[in-house]
């Protein structure tokens, strides 16, 4: 009986080894595909592929983790998705997941934006669109971790979070671009304005 039992332990440890062993190889390709900036497939590659499983929770769980071995620009653009349809809700949870496992507690809003923007491993993306859909998750994180403080979070609601801190990221780029016009500055208070009154 002790032979049969170490015999199958043996077994059963030999099937782990290979099953590491392709498990392995299939970040390996995942990750060769990042580095092609092909991210969406390579998520969709260790999903076939039944390493990483689908939900929202798993893909942001596996993005956090693996962000260092991804193009900064690449994940930005990936976080800023915003879907069509049915899709939409998916993207959202995605974003809010990553998001969410940063702590903004007893920060004000510039430290917050500040540590977002610097220490989460992306860089913003190009488009508006993406930018305010990060920008959003980023206001109702902050303010689930700050309403009620008086001191870090002045602010009535996450809206307002938003606006200040899309404000603030515009004013930035403004400063950074010396090819820009001096009148962007109104066009960004004028845009801003109006959002509010929506």
């Given at each position: 009986r002790n032979v049969s039992s170490t015999v199958s332990s043996v077994e059963v440890m030999e099937q782990i080894k290979s099953d590491t062993r392709r498990t392995e190889q299939y970040f390996e390709v995942a990750f060769?595909?990042?580095?092609?900036?092909?991210?969406?497939?390579?998520?969709?590659?260790?999903?076939?592929?039944?390493?990483?499983?689908?939900?929202?929770?798993?893909?942001?769980?596996?993005?956090?983790?693996h962000r260092s071995r991804m193009d900064p620009e690449v994940l930005g653009d990936y976080l800023g998705e915003?879907?069509?349809?049915?899709?939409?809700?998916?993207?959202?949870?995605?974003?809010?997941?990553?998001?969410?496992?940063?702590?903004?507690?007893?920060?004000?809003?510039?430290?917050?934006?500040?540590h977002f923007l610097t220490s989460c491993g992306f860089r913003l993306p190009g488009e508006a669109q993406r930018v305010d859909r990060i920008m959003s998750t980023f206001a109702q994180c902050f303010w689930e971790d700050n309403a009620g403080n008086n001191k870090r979070c002045l602010f009535k609601d996450q809206d307002t979070i938003f606006?200040?801190?899309?404000?603030?990221?515009?004013?930035?780029?403004?400063?950074s671009n010396a090819d820009r016009k001096p009148s962007s500055q109104k066009t960004i208070h004028l845009s801003l304005s109006k959002k509010q009154k929506e």
């Amino acid at each position: 009986r002790n032979v049969s039992s170490t015999v199958s332990s043996v077994e059963v440890m030999e099937q782990i080894k290979s099953d590491t062993r392709r498990t392995e190889q299939y970040f390996e390709v995942a990750f060769e595909m990042m580095a092609l900036q092909k991210l969406k497939k390579a998520l969709d590659y260790l999903t076939a592929c039944n390493v990483l499983s689908p939900s929202p929770r798993d893909v942001a769980s596996f993005l956090r983790i693996h962000r260092s071995r991804m193009d900064p620009e690449v994940l930005g653009d990936y976080l800023g998705e915003g879907g069509l349809g049915s899709d939409v809700e998916y993207w959202n949870s995605i974003r809010y997941y990553y998001v969410r496992a940063i702590s903004f507690v007893g920060m004000n809003v510039d430290q917050g934006l500040r540590h977002f923007l610097t220490s989460c491993g992306f860089r913003l993306p190009g488009e508006a669109q993406r930018v305010d859909r990060i920008m959003s998750t980023f206001a109702q994180c902050f303010w689930e971790d700050n309403a009620g403080n008086n001191k870090r979070c002045l602010f009535k609601d996450q809206d307002t979070i938003f606006l200040l801190a899309f404000a603030i990221i515009m004013l930035n780029t403004n400063l950074s671009n010396a090819d820009r016009k001096p009148s962007s500055q109104k066009t960004i208070h004028l845009s801003l304005s109006k959002k509010q009154k929506e």
